[in-house]
Every structure is written in C-alpha cells, then in structure tokens.
C-alpha cells in the first residue's frame, strides 16, 4: 500500500504541475462553450440534468452516509453488518471526510470557475493555484472552485472498494463509484462550473485520503487482536 501511495502523490503531483503550467484546461473547456452564443453547452438551470446529477445525487449520498452509520450504531449486532463491519467503518469515514477535505482546499485555493472567468463571460482573470491575480483586478471576496466539490462524494464512494473481499466485486465497486465520480465532474464541467483538472485531482486525493484511513483502520484494528 506504501507504493501505491507513493505512486499515487507523484501522479497528484504531476497532473498538479501539468495544468498548472500548460493551457490543457482551457483547450478542454472550449469545447463545452459556443461562443457565438456565449453559453455553455448544458444550462446550468436545465430543471432535470439539475435534479439527476446535482440535488438529487446529493441526497442519495446524505441517505446513503446516514444509512449507513445507521447501520453501525443500531444494527451492529447483525450477521451482515457484523460480516462487513470493518468494510462499513472505512466507507463511513471516507464519505465523511473526503468531502469535508476537498471542501477545506476550496476554501484556500481561491481558484475561480470557468464561468467565472472573462474568457466564457466571467469578470475574473484565468489564474491556477501556483499564478497571481493582476494587480488591475480587484477582488472582493475568496472564491470557491479547486477542487471539485460536488465529485468529491461520488470519489469518497470509491472506499467501497474494501468493503469487498473478492477481486470481482471489488472490481465492480470501484469502476461503479469511478463512473459516479466522473459523471458528476463530467455534468458540472459542461454547466462550467469546473475544469477537467479540478475533478481529476479531486479524484486522486480522495483516494490517496481513501488509502490513509485504511491504512489507519487496519492499524488499529491490529491492536484489537
């Protein structure tokens, strides 16, 4: 697991440095803007693409996280949550704080969102985590965009991976949450709302903080037996 982790923070760091010093996200943003029209491909607004891909997957991973640590308190005691319990703890904690860490980053990056931007009809400059505002632009409140918060929760389900023991269906979990994961990032990509770097590093770090807490669990459950 330490290689994996390693290997993983080095292709963080590198996807970091790639859209950070190359145009990449932005000739991948064109693509969902018509600029005759000066609008994104899929409205932000569109009643039913909102309802699917943004408020109503929200709530299922609420019901989902409630369900379950639900589970754990009240039902511990079960045969299948007993059989699974380690595998639930993992998940539980991951859906939890995956999303709260991405959240924290959001709100120091200060990294603005494609629509936010002149280049799509916004008033902010293009700027990346590592690049200064001009000092002509003046900002009057911290804005919220890198990384990708809203994939974040499908990312954390990716910890459904160790909630199986056979390579089969933990193969099945992870390809599932890693569709989940993108067809979120991919929806608020074509609403601008996020580049294509703000999910795929959303996606690495979710799993690198998916390893640590198994890493963490495994850890003390050791001291248990």
Wanted: proline fraction near 4%; aromatic fraction near 16%; glycine fraction near 6%.
């Amino acid at each position: 697991m330490i290689t994996k982790s390693i290997g993983l923070m080095i292709l963080l760091l590198l996807s970091f440095l790639l859209f950070e010093f190359t145009p990449l996200d932005i000739i991948i943003q064109d693509y969902f803007y018509n600029f005759n029209t000066h609008q994104w491909i899929l409205d932000k607004n569109a009643v039913l693409p909102k309802l699917i891909f943004y408020d109503g997957i929200k709530k299922l991973y609420i019901l989902f996280v409630i369900a379950v640590l639900i589970s754990l308190l009240f039902f511990r005691w079960h045969p299948i949550i007993m059989h699974y319990k380690k595998g639930l703890v993992i998940v539980l904690v991951s859906c939890l704080t995956v999303p709260l860490f991405i959240g924290l980053l959001k709100a120091t990056t200060n990294v603005p969102c494609p629509t936010d931007i002149k280049r799509y009809g916004g008033n902010y400059p293009y700027v990346t985590v590592l690049s200064k505002y001009p000092d002509t632009f003046h900002q009057t409140e911290n804005i919220r965009c890198y990384p990708a918060g809203h994939a974040s929760g499908g990312f954390a389900l990716m910890s459904l991976f160790f909630l199986f023991t056979s390579r089969r269906n933990k193969k099945i979990a992870l390809i599932s949450t890693l569709a989940i994961g993108w067809t979120i990032g991919n929806y608020k990509m074509i609403i601008g709302d996020h580049f294509f770097s703000h999910t795929l590093i959303t996606m690495i770090i979710s799993w690198l903080m998916i390893l640590l807490i198994v890493k963490i669990s495994r850890y003390f459950n050791s001291l248990k037996e």
